[in-house]
Structure formats: structure tokens, C-alpha cells
């Protein structure tokens, strides 16, 4: 058993889309390893996110975003000393080969399509939740 099992975990949600925000929220609030859901709208708002509060534990980045993209924030963030270790997971809609290929090269941990079935996504958020806060280890700097 995995010593992160008792700790609760905090989350940033990098994403515009108002139901997209809804439905994660919802599908990582089922799990009860989380407590913690930050969200926020763009790519600069991550970047001062990351800047002014406390280090999130896992990255949900969307790649399309207003004011810099995902594939933008996902360089800063990969670039920096101090954020490089936090898990990037790219949660989007594209199915755009370059997107893939340009996020894997920038360091993103995973890349997951959004599935068009509610059950399917609460899966996955599943999985990934369980994945990434009981079975593996993470940095605390």
C-alpha cells in the first residue's frame, strides 16, 4: 500500500469550456482521493496559478485555450525548474496527430481524447486519479 493512499490531493483544471469544467469536477469529486479542484480559464491564468499558489499535485490541461495555448503552457510549465515534475495530463478534443506528437515532445505525461460517453469519461478520471495518487510517486518538489 502506497504511503500517498492518506493524503488528499490537489488538482488545477487548465480549461475553458464551462461544461468541460462541470463534468471533470464532477467525475474527480466521485473519487474520494481528491480535495482539492482548481480551476482556471487560459494558459496565462495557469502560469500565474502555478506562480502565486500552492503546487498542485496533478496538471488537466486542455490544448485549446484562449490567450496562450495548451501546447504553449505546457512548455512553460515542462521548462520549469520548479513545476517540470508535476504531472501534465493533456484532457482534449483534438484527435490531431501533431498535437499528440507535439505535447508527448514537450513532456506531457499522457494524452487522453475526451470520450463522448459520460461513464467512459468518469472511467478514465478513475483510472487516472488511481494511477497517479496510489500507485505511483510524486515529487513533493
Request: hydrophobic residues 40%; contains cysteine; charged residues 30%.
Amino acid at each position: 500500500m502506497n504511503d500517498q493512499q492518506n493524503k488528499k490531493f490537489r488538482i488545477l483544471l487548465v480549461e475553458d469550456n464551462p461544461a468541460d469544467i462541470s463534468l471533470t469536477k464532477e467525475a474527480l469529486n466521485r473519487n474520494e482521493i481528491v480535495n482539492e479542484i482548481h480551476v482556471v480559464h487560459n494558459g496565462v491564468e495557469a502560469l500565474n496559478f502555478l506562480e502565486k499558489k500552492s503546487r498542485p499535485d496533478l496538471i488537466f490541461l486542455d490544448l485549446n485555450l484562449p490567450k496562450m495555448t495548451g501546447l504553449e503552457v505546457l512548455k512553460e510549465i515542462k521548462e520549469h525548474e520548479k513545476f517540470r515534475r508535476i504531472p501534465v495530463i493533456i484532457l482534449t478534443i483534438s484527435t490531431n496527430e501533431e498535437d499528440l506528437i507535439k505535447a508527448y515532445d514537450l513532456h506531457a505525461n499522457c494524452y487522453i481524447n475526451k470520450p463522448l460517453e459520460i461513464k467512459e469519461f468518469y472511467d478514465i478520471m478513475s483510472s487516472i486519479v488511481n494511477f497517479f495518487f496510489i500507485t505511483v510517486k510524486l515529487s513533493n518538489i
